[in-house]
T-cell receptor, first 110, second 115 residues
Framework: GENVEQHPSTLSVQEGDSAVIKCTYS??????FPWYKQELGKRPQLIID?????GEKKDQRIAVTLNKTAKHFSLHITETQPEDSAVYFC?????????FGRGTSLIVHP | GAGVSQSPSNKVTEKGKDVELRCDPI?????LYWYRQSLGQGLEFLIY????????KSGLPSDRFSAERTGGSVSTLTIQRTQQEDSAVYLC?????????????FGPGTRLTVT
């Protein structure tokens, strides 16, 4: 089955810095890669996704890049703010059951 | 419109008792997923329903866990003879599966505590 590795498990940055979270996947048939943000005590919510026919997608301060050849994709957050503090999950899906990474706890210090 | 809802929000039960957790997906969503999230951990897939097809139960950790989905809408996750290791947040998610597009909408979860 699909295997998704996510790094780092914890990321601590100063407000205004950039943050990068990386994921690798194993199933070459995967073609949908969403990122979810889960604030403390809240439900996971989709923040951005990318499909395999594009290499990069941006939405204001967040962007996702995909390298299908190398089977990895990354989340980039620029100008981080304290409200970006949360756990971020990547996922990979080639079937209807996406496989999630183990999550990255992002801490943004004011 | 209304999002995914789950009930109860919190459940405390004694070891050995049975519990039922309920999920109301977004209307029109044909796919429904159950996940378990232990404290500080990731999302552990439990079971997946798609329309009227047989569910994918490959993630259920033991035969004490079962789930059903009636009328293609509401789903109930049942845990029999609960154990302390069952304590976790149980999340439900639904999605519209059209082609390869399946953004998942999560419910608020049920926090289960087994004493």
């Amino acid at each position: 089955g699909e295997n998704v590795e996510q790094h780092p498990s914890t990321l601590s940055v100063q407000e205004g810095d950039s943050a990068v979270i990386k994921c690798t996947y194993s199933d070459s048939a995967s073609n949908y890669f969403p990122w979810y943000k889960q604030e403390l005590g809240k439900r996971p919510q989709l923040i951005i996704d990318i499909r395999s026919n594009v290499g990069e997608k941006k939405d204001q301060r967040i962007a996702v890049t995909l390298n299908k050849t190398a089977k990895h994709f990354s989340l980039h957050i620029t100008e981080t703010q304290p409200e970006d503090s949360a756990v971020y999950f990547c996922a990979s899906g080639g079937s209807y059951i996406p496989t999630f990474g183990r999550g990255t706890s992002l801490i943004v210090h004011p | 419109g209304a999002g995914v809802s789950q009930s109860p929000s919190n459940k405390v039960t004694e070891k050995g008792k049975d519990v039922e957790l309920r999920c109301d997906p977004i209307s029109g969503h044909t796919a429904l997923y159950w996940y378990r999230q232990s404290l500080g951990q990731g999302l552990e897939f439990l079971i997946y329903f798609q329309g009227n097809s047989a569910p994918d139960k490959s993630g259920l950790p033991s035969d004490r866990f079962s789930a059903e989905r009636t009328g293609g809408s509401v789903s109930t996750l049942t845990i029999q003879r609960t154990q302390q290791e069952d304590s976790a947040v149980y999340l439900c998610a639904s999605s519209v599966t059209s082609g390869r597009s399946y953004e998942q909408y999560f419910g608020p979860g049920t926090r289960l505590t087994v004493t």
